[in-house]
Structure formats: C-alpha cells, structure tokens
C-alpha cells in the first residue's frame, strides 16, 4: 500500500473543499488582509534570499529512480518501486526534550480516538508530548478564524493556503505566529537534515514580510496544476499512438476518431482546465515590455478559448462534460465513456488503478506527452506553488521550545521510507501494520488511527512516486515527469505571498468573467461574449485598476518571483 494513496486521498477531498485551488497555485492569488503596517507578504528579492534556509538533498534513503533536474529549476519527484525492505533511521537522537506541546491540524475523515496506542508510541519516539487535536477538514476554515479571533492558536496549527486570505496568515505572523528566521535561515537549518532537504521554493512561499513563519508540508519541485490523461488499454487494442498527437488538429482528429454517440463513448471530457499547456497563455500575467499583461488579455487566451468552443461543437466531448458534471469525469473514464481527460498529477497513482481495474480489468491510464497547439513551439508548463500547506508556530513559546519543535519537525519530515517515516505513516508494527513484500499493510488499528493522518500536516518529506503494487505505473509517472521538466518554467509571482487589498478581491476573482469563459467553453455562449466581459471587468469591474496595482504595489517593487 502506498502512502502516497493516503495523501492524495487527503489532497482530493481538500480540493473539493478549497474549488478553484486544484487548478492554480495555492498561494499565489492572496494572502492574509492585515493592517495598512502590515503588507502581508514577501517584501524584496533580498529579502527572501536572506530568510531562506540552505538546501542540501538528503541522500539517506536512496530511491529506485533517481529526480530528474529541469528547466524553471524545477526537480522532479523521486521514484520508488518498492517500499524499503529494511527502514534506515535517518534520526540520530531522540528529538524532544520533555515539553508538552498541542497541535491543530485538519482532517478530511474520521478523527481517531484522543488516547490511541499510535500517538503514545509516537510521543516516545519523539521525547515529548505532542498532544494531537485535528478538526474537521469541511469546517476548518471557520474553526481557526474562531482561534485567531480569540488569540488562542495551540502551539502548533496547520494552515493550508488556499484558506490564506480567510486566515488573515499575513497579519497573523508576527503577532500571533513565531518567526522561524533566526532559527532556519541559510545553513542555520543545517541543524535540521531533514528540514534542510526541502526545495527551497517550498520555503519561498512560507515568507511573509522578508521573514520565514512556515513549515511546508507536501512539497514537490515539479508541481504542475495538472495533464491530459487517456485510456492506455482502449489506445493500445486500437492501434492508436498517442505519440502521434502533436497538435491541436490532431487532437481534434483524434476526438473523430474515438467518438460514438451510438455506442455511449465520447473521445473528451472538458478539456479546459490544462488547456493553456497547449496554448502557452500564462497562469494569471505574463510580462510584455516591463509592463504586466493579464491572461485575459493574452492572444493565447483567446486562441484557446475559441478552439474548446469549437471542440465544444463539435461533439466529441461528453454531454454530461458540457452540462458541468465533473464530479462523474472519473466515473465516466473508468466506464470507457470517455477516452481521454483532464485531471491533476495525483490522479495517477494507485488508487486510480485500483478504482480502474474494479470497473474494466483491462483498465490502464496513460497521459499525452505534452504538445502545442500549432505542433511547432514549445509546449509551456508553469510550475505550481512549491507547497500549497503550511504549519506555523505560536509565538508564544520561548526559543527553547520553538527548537524543540523544529526538531521534532525534522522526525517527521524524515525521507520516504526511513524507519521515522514508517512509524509517523504506519505507525508500529504488527500493532498498527503488517510488513508484505510490497511493504507495510495498515491493521484496522492502523486505519483508525495512523491512516487518518494527523503528524504529517505538520512536517513532511519531499514527495515522492511510490506505487508499490503497481511499479510499471510509478515507472510511467516518472518517465513522463522527467520528459515533462523540460518545458516547465516560473510563473510571474511564483511562490510569492501576495496581499490584495480588499477594494481589488471582486476584480481579482473574475467570477464574473470565468462564469462566461465556463459558458463558452461548454459551447452555450459565443466568444464574443467573453469579449463583452472583459470590457466590463476592466472597466467598471475593476480590471484595469487591479492590474496596475500588481504593476507599482508588486512587480516594480519586489520583482516578478520568478
């Protein structure tokens, strides 16, 4: 069984609660409101530099198939066709010191009993009392506003974010949050191996106001939004390549030539959320002349806008894909209703498979390299926030505390299959697993209590690939990764804590205009209308007035991120 399983299970239902959060960077929308002394985000490039923590890769686990290095500095996560046989301990001492601590993290599931035998044995190993209160997940948002409001944070709390601006994270830290600057900054995280293996992206997007406050959880160096995914089985019975698929006009042949309505299949389902891989229009600006130029605005936009209208007429993509359902795109794929779809990285893995296999035993999903829309330029892939979650400190706690904890951080951001890694995701064995040949196997003690995971919202390793029972799959995710890599680039912005100011949310939303976008690309509007939108958005929606804040309150003073 993969961990991975788990937290991507965690990741989709997180999803579902944050919506628009699967398909752009988490935190590079907006952050904490904050007072007018309190700008709430990354201040200068010198800034940042100074706070971030020195990266050294941790080589004490080895994978089975090494990251692959790529442009935008990204690095692809690392594979592992096998759980480690024999757990190395990459912790030389115990971490704590005898504090008591309380921790608050979410939980998209059934939260475990308070006094479990995996939390004793967990505060053993880590020296110290890490009381555990995660909160429910659907409801998270609210419960620690309430907290905040009151001023009674615990003294460690995970906050995704998706939920920055509900938090108000940039007005938090500093006066509610500790900073971890003085304790992490350049080789001082050395102190920490573990901590210290974190792509330094991650720690980019944990700085507010030229200060790191955040742990990052869940880190990746190649995190994109997500990519065009197809029936590997249906392809290969039909004599299909999909190699060959190397523009949007062959795409749309495609789509001929895998649709029968008579036969309940359909070669799409929407295709729009990835399709600016394709069309090369950028995640939210782009820079043109030194001047900031809004997605919306872009010719690409436009481009790829008026070919899923026209994919959208065509009758290729499925009826309920047109009518919104996306909540059925699985279900639809698995059935062999639909051939090709678009979903995020983690939709590859082995639950998937397993999920597939249940519905059609020949089930196998297989993803586009990627492709541009004329068959000629380059393919352009922007990177995603390096981190999307983040556990902060109180600030209340002394130093010695505040390096207490880090160092039970660093426990529990121990590498992928390492013997601090199996007890934090596993928990102890025979009591909470049985370890197979393709590695541990959760008891149903380990279901209720391990597998409903509460520590690693607070400190994690880097990602990896690990499909145990299914290696050709993680073999395929990691082909593709390293290929992909290529054409991966920084987005303006990239990893940067934003505070927009409340007169420019609406404009910054574009609700408005994505409700008509969502119309024409479901062929119920013309382009034109998205047209009469924009002009609206710019004008009195506050377009304009939004990005030429970005131009003089971000871009010309701190730089573009990337």
Not at 410 to 421: F, T
Not at 473 to 499: H, Q
């Amino acid at each position: 069984m993969s961990i991975e399983l788990n937290r991507r299970s965690f990741v989709n239902g997180a999803v579902a609660v944050a919506g628009a959060a699967a398909v752009s960077p988490l935190l590079a929308a907006c952050g904490g409101g904050g007072s007018s002394k309190r700008k709430g985000g990354t201040n200068t490039k010198k800034g940042t530099a100074s706070a971030l923590p020195s990266y050294v890769p941790n080589n004490a686990v080895r994978a089975d198939i090494a990251s692959t290095s790529g442009a935008g500095s990204s690095l692809t996560d690392p594979g592992f066709l096998k759980y480690p046989a024999s757990p190395v301990k990459s912790v030389a001492a115990v971490p704590g010191a005898g504090g008591h601590y309380t921790a608050v993290t979410p939980l998209w599931g059934t939260i475990p009993d308070p006094g479990n035998s995996f939390y004793d044995a967990m505060n053993k190993a880590l020296g110290a009392t890490l009381t555990m209160k995660p909160a429910n997940g659907n409801t998270y948002n609210t419960s620690i506003s309430t907290l905040t409001a009151a001023r009674k944070l615990p003294d460690w709390v995970q906050l995704p974010g998706w939920w920055n601006a509900n938090f108000n994270v940039g007005a938090l830290c500093g006066t509610q949050l500790a900073d971890l600057t003085p304790y992490l900054a350049g080789d001082k995280v050395k102190k920490y191996p573990n901590l210290a293996a974190q792509p330094t992206g991650a720690w980019t997007a944990g700085i507010w106001e030229d200060k790191l406050y955040g742990i990052p959880t869940f880190a990746s160096g190649f995190a994109l939004p997500g990519q065009y995914y197809y029936r590997g089985d249906v392809f290969e019975s039909q004599g299909i390549n999909a190699d060959d698929v190397k523009s949007c006009d062959d795409f749309l042949a495609l789509g001929a030539e895998l649709t029968s309505a008579k036969s309940n299949v359909w070669a799409f389902d929407d295709m729009w959320a990835y399709i600016f891989q394709m069309f090369g229009f950028s995640q939210k600006f782009t820079v043109t002349g030194g001047k900031l130029v809004h997605k919306y605005e872009q010719p690409e936009f436009i481009e790829a806008l008026n070919w899923c209208y026209k994919l959208a007429k065509s009758g290729y993509v499925h009826p309920d894909a047109l009518a919104g359902n996306n909540n059925d795109a699985k279900t639809r794929f698995y059935a062999g209703k639909v051939l090709i779809t678009a979903d995020g990285q983690g939709a590859w893995n082995e639950a998937d498979a397993q999920a597939g296999l249940a519905a059609d035993k020949a089930y196998r999903r297989a993803s586009f390299k990627p492709f541009s829309a004329d068959g000629t330029s380059a393919p352009k892939l922007f990177l995603n926030a390096s981190a999307g979650m983040y556990s902060y400190l109180n600030i209340k706690l002394k130093p010695a505390q505040i390096e207490e904890c880090l160092r039970i951080a660093d426990y529990l951001a121990a590498p992928y299959g390492s013997a601090e890694y199996t007890l934090v995701n596993y928990g102890v064995e025979g009591v909470d697993y049985t370890m197979g040949a393709n590695g541990p196997t959760p008891t149903k003690s380990g279901i209720a209590n391990v597998q409903a995971q509460t520590y690693p919202f607070l400190a994690t390793p880097v990602n990896v690939i690990s499909n145990p029972d299914f290696p050709q799959l993680t073999k395929d995710r990691c082909a593709w990764n390293s290929a992909a890599a290529a054409y991966a680039y920084k987005p303006v912005f990239w990893n940067m804590n934003i505070t927009v100011p409340k007169r420019y949310a609406t404009a910054d939303a574009g609700q408005a205009v994505e409700d008509t976008i969502k119309d024409v690309y479901h062929g119920i509007k013309p382009v034109s209308s998205f047209q009469d939108a924009l002009s609206t958005w710019k004008g009195s929606g506050g377009g304009d007035a939004l990005v030429q804040w970005y131009q003089t309150a971000v871009m010309d003073k701190l730089g573009t991120g990337q």
